[in-house]
């Protein structure tokens, strides 16, 4: 059995609950094993994705960093570490796995909840803003909360 629900108020998850619950019940009752339920904050949406993805697009057309062009995932590695510093939340830096330098570890963007993802898009919004990034994605798009 595989069931995901999307709650966004009370009434239409006790309404999915009781749903789930006779569900589950049939699923017992017909001598099936254990089950594990979760129940998380919504990660980003997909529009939240493009647009993350968009910006960062913008930054690594525009801009050099450390004396060269760098690509998106780099980009979206400085910008997601340096968010990260500003929220009080540790960057791992830790040594290379062949032994040569260090990698930096950030926290991974498809693991953020939509409000952390929101925060982030904002937060290089502002990063663009004050070094001069002009930013192409869709009006539509701007505003990702």
Do not use: Y
């Not at 094993?33 to 057309?61: C, K, W």
């Amino acid at each position: 059995m595989k069931r995901k629900l999307i709650c966004r108020d009370w009434p239409s998850t006790r309404l999915a609950l009781v749903d789930l619950a006779s569900a589950l019940k049939s699923w017992f009752l017909s001598g099936n094993g254990a089950l594990e339920v979760s129940v998380r904050p919504l990660t980003r949406s997909d529009e939240e994705n493009r647009m993350l993805h968009a910006l960062i697009a913008d930054i690594a057309r525009q801009k050099d960093w450390a004396g060269a062009k760098r690509d998106p995932e780099t980009w979206k590695r400085l910008l997601v570490a340096a968010w990260c510093r500003t929220r009080g939340d540790s960057v791992e830096i830790l040594p290379a796995l062949d032994g040569h330098g260090i990698d930096m570890v950030p926290a991974r963007t498809s693991k953020l909840t939509r409000g952390e993802c929101a925060d982030l898009i904002e937060f290089v919004q502002a990063w663009c803003a004050m070094n001069d990034v002009k930013l192409t994605a869709p009006d539509s798009m701007k505003d990702s909360r």
